[in-house]
């Protein structure tokens, strides 16, 4: 019965590969995050989607591009990966789309580029 | 423009003692303002929210924080602690951007002593 779902955990991969990050939450959320936490444990936002339409994208490379097929999924893409990318990222998901609305936390993708 | 500053990358407190993790906001608004907990390998987890109903809010396991307008604070306080509070623990701010973003701080490691 968990909230917000991702798969994989963990991925380790070679610089210039292609992966994915697939994110499912069953909360009957409208708003969907993708937050990048480096190793000092700083946390930054990525992108939001509300009801499948994209509201937020921060400055992020064009490499990573998010795709929600319905309000419930929100996915990540990554092209030709760097060693910078080396992070945990998490997806999140909030009742709707206002300040009020706390976050919801997936447990995370340690993606590690070598 | 919004955000928030924790004071202190790491706090160490033994069983038993007072908690007390420091957060600062800038907000030219009334902020909404977040606790949020990190366990090891572990999404955040919301520990509490200020929405302006009431300046001393209560959250889960015993803790809680005051909103202090005056001082532009919003510190978190558990009077006993145990060592399960032994995470990583963020402060965060929500703006609105043309879409709403939860900005969190640097975060404060908590370390309990037996």
């Known amino acids: 019965d968990t909230a917000v779902s991702q798969t994989p955990k963990y991925l380790v991969t070679q610089m210039g590969n292609d992966k994915s990050i697939k994110c499912e939450q069953n909360l009957g959320h409208d708003t969907m995050y993708w937050y990048k936490q480096d190793s000092k444990k700083f946390l930054k936002i990525m992108f939001s989607?509300?009801?499948?339409?994209?509201?937020i994208n921060e400055t992020v490379p064009n490499r990573f591009s998010p795709k929600s097929p319905d309000k419930a999924h929100l996915n990540l893409h990554i092209n030709s990966l760097e060693l910078g990318d080396s992070a945990v990222y998490f997806c999140?998901?909030?009742?709707?789309?206002?300040?009020?609305?706390?976050?919801?936390f997936g447990n995370g993708t340690r993606l590690t580029v070598t | 423009a919004q955000s928030v500053t924790q004071l202190g990358s790491h706090v160490s407190v033994s069983e038993g003692a007072l908690v007390l993790l420091r957060c600062n906001y800038s907000?030219?608004?009334?902020?909404?303002l977040f606790w949020y907990v990190q366990y090891p390998n572990q999404g955040l987890q919301l520990l509490l929210k200020?929405?302006?109903?009431?300046?001393l809010v209560k959250g889960i396991n015993g803790f809680e924080a005051e909103f202090k307008k005056s001082e532009t604070s919003f510190h978190l306080t558990k009077p006993s602690a145990h060592m399960s509070d032994a995470a990583e623990y963020f402060c965060?701010?929500?703006?609105?951007?043309?879409?709403?973003?939860?900005?969190f701080g640097a975060g404060t490691r908590l370390f309990v002593k037996a």
């Open positions: 965060a701010v929500t703006l609105n951007t043309g879409g709403f973003k939860t900005i």
């Open positions: 907000s030219s608004v009334p902020p909404y």
């Open positions: 999140a998901s909030s009742q709707e789309d206002r300040d009020s609305s706390p976050l919801h």
């Open positions: 200020y929405t302006s109903a009431a300046t």
């Open positions: 989607y509300n009801n499948k339409e994209l509201i």
